[in-house]
C-alpha cells in the first residue's frame, strides 16, 4: 500500500517554473514506478511523465517533453516534476501516481495508487 500526497502547485504566469513535489509513504517506495498525470476541467485525465524505480528510465507525454523533468529521490520517498516553460494549456490538476508495474505500464494503462491532486494554473 502507498499514499501519496502532492505539494507545490501554484498560479504562475506563461514562461515560468514550478516544481511539484510528492510525498510517499509505505516501507516499498523503492521498488514502485512513480509518476504524474493532469486532469483540466471537462477534459478527462491525462500522462504527463514517469519514472521507473531506480530512476533509470523516465517517460513522458510529447506535450510536455522538452520542459518537464521527473526525478526522484529513493531514501527521501519522494518525486519531483520540474516544470519550465509553462504554458496556459499546462493548467490542471496534477496527481502523483504510483505503480509496482514499471514506468512503460503507467504511461500506457495508469496506475493503481493516486494522490489527491495539487492545483496548477497557468495565466497567459
Known amino acids: 500500500q502507498v499514499q501519496l500526497v502532492e505539494s507545490g502547485g501554484g498560479l504562475v504566469q506563461a514562461g515560468d517554473s514550478l516544481r511539484l513535489s510528492c510525498a510517499a509513504s509505505g516501507r516499498t517506495f523503492s521498488s514502485y514506478a512513480m509518476g504524474w498525470f493532469r486532469q483540466a476541467p471537462g477534459n478527462e485525465r491525462k500522462f504527463v511523465a514517469a519514472?521507473?524505480?531506480?530512476?533509470?528510465?523516465?517517460y513522458y507525454a510529447d506535450s510536455v517533453k522538452g520542459r518537464f523533468t521527473i526525478s526522484r529521490d529513493n531514501a527521501e520517498n519522494t518525486v519531483y516534476l520540474q516544470m519550465n516553460s509553462l504554458k496556459p494549456e499546462d493548467t490542471a490538476v496534477y496527481c502523483c501516481a504510483a505503480t509496482p508495474k514499471g514506468g512503460f505500464y503507467m504511461k500506457a494503462w495508469g496506475a493503481e495508487y493516486w494522490g489527491q491532486g495539487t492545483q496548477v494554473t497557468v495565466s497567459s
Open positions: 519514472i521507473a524505480w531506480s530512476g533509470g528510465s523516465t
